[in-house]
């Protein structure tokens, strides 16, 4: 199983890094998003993983929107509308779109790793290592560069 994230890391603040906080915030809005649509594919026998990992992103959402508030910045809010990147119509194509989302915020995740400072990188490194292996959970070959746009 996943870990929830802890809301005790602290950043540094300059543009750049505020930047790829609120990056990270979109990202996991979507991924909220995403994952409440593919639920509705998943058999009953893997729903309750597949809700944990939905929970998941809803607490990690949660925990970047209250680093950026901590900043006094003011989180993003979800997007009014999202498109999916190709249909989904069964448990395989939901499992495609699952193995997408976390290939996308791994990506993120890695942008952010690269702009925190040596302290704070384990748990932002921890975050990706997660969705890497959600990815295989989600029967995803391994990948060289988890991340990587395809």
Request: glycine share 4%; proline share 7%.
């Amino acid at each position: 199983m996943t870990q929830s994230p802890s809301p005790s890391t602290p950043f540094d603040t300059n543009e750049e890094l505020i930047d790829a906080l609120k990056k990270v915030v979109e990202g996991e809005n979507a991924a909220v998003w995403g994952f409440s649509y593919l639920l509705s594919f998943i058999p009953d026998n893997n729903k309750n993983y597949a809700t944990s990992i939905f929970n998941l992103h809803r607490n990690q959402r949660d925990l970047f929107r209250l680093k950026l508030r901590d900043l006094n910045e003011i989180p993003p809010r979800p997007k009014e509308g999202y498109s999916l990147p190709f249909e989904v119509s069964d448990i395989v194509t939901a499992y495609k779109l699952a193995i997408f989302i976390e290939n996308r915020l791994i990506g993120i995740y890695l942008k952010l790793f690269s702009l925190t400072s040596k302290n704070e990188r384990s748990q932002i490194l921890d975050y990706a290592l997660q969705g890497s292996l959600r990815m295989l959970e989600f029967k995803d070959s391994p990948r060289a560069l988890p991340g990587s746009l395809d």
